[in-house]
């Protein structure tokens, strides 16, 4: 294998830049007509056949032995039981990593509100939680738990009464460190179920799983096509891309320590896209450098240097003036301050899902255990989106209390615009509450 990389060198001088930055991070997350079609078949599936639509597609698809549903459920006590099977060091770390994102979404939490005008009228907002969630894991070797801990905890911060998760075990391969994640976050129920079967059984419900009101979490493209199809039924998180990474450098870091930056989304799939933004033209050579020295070391180097290759970039900019610039247009998923003084050009970054400050702020610790979400907007939606928090898990509802002055004096207001819209019964309806004044009329 050939471990040696010919990652895309860009320079903002360049007149033709933005048309080949535009090529570089364009991506397309759109199903072919065939998935499509398969996925519409399998969601009619479950909604017709329900638990047995399940476990048919469970034996076809994931090579499982499932004679009845029962032999999807997972109990409170089997969840328990992976955390006896896990080292103690994985468990410490489970643990820790669990507090930490707890803390933090701890203060995300919103509380209803409300105010009270001089007439006596009420406004507020009464701040609900969602009555269950819905959360997919994909299964197997590419296991995440990593994610459990984001997707649930949440969930349980937000007020949720119950958290279901799904979660294939192909094969029969069940991972413990999965299982264990999903006992520290409080998760209520598990199924054994996948693809895009679980995500239909998750959002209409079968015999035995119950319907949700949100579905989060990350899968395949069977997954992310089921997901945009029960959207409106249910809520999703959103239609995750390629995991991505931008580095701000002003030239001063180890050039290895970005280098395995890079590489550190590179790994996730072949999709995904690392790139480097620095001023400096000699650094931007000593990262390529790193880069080639360090890929045959990596135990995913055939992903990564195709990732690198395919999608990855260092760009070159006249200042860090422009490199912010850059940084605004790609709107990344991940975007490392890799400068001396980060906080000085924070207020610069208008657009990134998670932004790391400083030399020493690896993107992994995010993914891990530094407490914010690692479920963040990609493709560019961080333009518009924000991470995955507790507040996806709270719908909220306004309240309106009129007192009999308010209602009046609010009256005359909605008749105006009513009639205006020629909504009589509107205008009527305002009307009936408007109280003469004191001379009859």
């Known amino acids: 294998m050939t471990t040696s990389t010919a990652i895309a060198r860009l ?46 597609f469970t034996q076809r698809f994931d090579g499982v032995d499932a004679k009845s549903i029962d032999d999807l459920i997972l109990g409170r006590e089997r969840l328990e039981l992976a955390l006896t099977r896990i080292t103690q060091a994985q468990r410490e770390a489970l643990e820790k990593a669990a507090s930490r994102v707890r803390n933090y979404h701890e203060r995300q939490k919103q509380d209803s509100w409300s105010y009270t005008e001089a007439d006596g009228t009420v406004l507020g907002q009464k701040v609900t939680p969602l009555d269950r969630a819905g959360l ?25 009464g119950e958290v279901v998760m799904v979660v294939p075990t192909p094969r029969g391969e069940v991972n413990e460190l999965v299982l264990a994640a999903a006992c520290i ?80 989304q590179a790994e996730h799939d ?45 760009i070159q900019v006249r200042d860090m003036q422009q490199a912010m610039e850059v940084a605004n247009r790609i709107a990344p998923e991940h975007l490392e301050l890799s400068v001396a003084d980060p906080q000085a050009w924070l207020p610069q970054i208008r657009h990134a899902g998670a932004i790391f400050m400083g030399r020493h702020t690896s993107e992994a610790l995010g993914d891990y255990c530094a407490g914010p979400n690692h479920v963040l907007p990609t493709s560019g939606t961080a333009r518009f989106s924000s991470p995955l928090g507790v507040y996806d898990f709270q719908k909220r509802s306004s309240i309106i209390y009129c007192s009999e002055q308010g209602a009046s004096e609010l009256g005359h207001t909605a008749s105006i615009l009513a009639r205006g819209e020629s909504l009589t019964a509107h205008a009527r309806s305002a009307e009936y509450r408007i109280v003469a004044d004191k001379k009859g009329n």
């Open 270 to 314: 072949e999709d995904a896209q690392s790139i480097l933004v620095s001023p400096d033209a000699a650094f931007l050579d000593k990262v390529a450098a790193s880069i080639d020295k360090l890929l045959p070391t990596m135990e995913r180097a055939e992903i990564i240097k195709t990732s690198i290759n395919g999608r990855g970039a260092l």
């Open 136 to 160: 997919y894991v994909p299964g197997g070797k590419a296991s995440y738990p990593s994610s459990v801990l984001m997707n649930a905890i949440p969930a349980k911060v937000a007020g949720v």
């Open 11 to 56: 320079n903002a001088a360049d007149p033709d830049f933005a048309r080949h930055l535009d090529h570089l991070l364009s991506w397309e997350s759109v199903s072919d007509d065939t998935v499509n079609q398969r996925v519409l078949d399998i969601i009619k599936a479950v909604r017709e056949r329900g638990d047995a639509a399940l476990v048919e």
């Open 185 to 264: 976050a409080g998760v209520d129920r598990v199924f054994t179920i996948g693809g895009a079967q679980a995500v239909a059984a998750l959002a209409y419900g079968t015999e035995s799983v119950p319907q949700v009101d949100k579905v989060v979490g990350p899968g395949n493209i069977y997954v992310a096509t089921a997901k945009r199809h029960v959207f409106g039924q249910v809520g999703i998180d959103m239609i995750a891309g390629p995991s991505e990474i931008l580095v701000v450098c002003d030239g001063q870091t180890d050039p290895d320590w970005i280098a395995m930056d890079l590489f550190s």
